[in-house]
């Protein structure tokens, strides 16, 4: 089974990646979709991160995400905490639907990371190849002010808790640039998932 890990900076357009690449038939596993899993109600985790952070994270029994993320991106000790609880669990659930696809006799498999180099996944021998999707900074700080409805203070605390791009770069095997029109990118993928044929 051939491996590809996808990551990128925050807003950098990996889901428009990971849309495209299910689209086109392929399984996905997504670290924010198992990092949404892990806290859920009546998870181990999310009891963990309610006694962590005090009852005000719950909102009617469901974790408050706009309230622990603001929480967080102001304290990196507070980061860091929240990344000793859920990383480990995120890791384990990653690691057995791995195995679930392999035993399922997949041929490729997309693992889409944002903290892929961050939290050392690329040490661990998972990935054929590591996919950057590549945007600049102030592009992306554009992108995550519009999406999460942030002032450019907040935006840019969220930009600076993930490694410089530069240095990701240098880890990535392949670099998908966004810095353009959504159709450029996604013609780029197109372009990589041709070659994948037949594997």
Not at 154 to 174: M, S, W
């Amino acid at each position: 089974m051939k491996v590809i890990g996808i990551t990128g900076g925050i807003a950098s357009g990996k889901s428009q990646v990971v849309k495209q690449v299910r689209a086109a038939g392929y399984p996905v596993l997504d670290a924010d979709e198992v990092a949404r899993i892990v806290v859920e109600p009546g998870t181990p985790t999310l009891e963990k991160i309610k006694d962590s952070f005090g009852q005000d994270v719950m909102d009617n029994g469901v974790l408050n995400r706009a309230y622990l993320g603001k929480l967080v991106f102001e304290d990196p000790a507070k980061l860091a905490l929240l990344n000793q609880i859920t990383q480990p669990v995120i890791f384990a659930t990653l690691k057995e639907q791995r195995s679930f696809w392999k035993m399922q006799g997949a041929s490729v498999l997309f693992m889409v990371i944002p903290l892929l180099f961050e939290q050392g996944y690329d040490q661990i021998g998972w990935f054929d190849e590591i996919i950057l999707v590549d945007t600049d900074p102030a592009v992306a700080k554009k992108r995550l002010m519009a999406r999460n409805h942030l002032d450019e203070y907040e935006a840019q605390r969220r930009i600076l808790t993930q490694a410089p791009l530069a240095e990701k770069k240098t880890k990535a095997d392949r670099c998908f640039d966004n810095n353009g029109e959504p159709a450029a990118l996604q013609q780029q993928v197109s372009d990589y998932l041709a070659t994948l044929t037949g594997q």
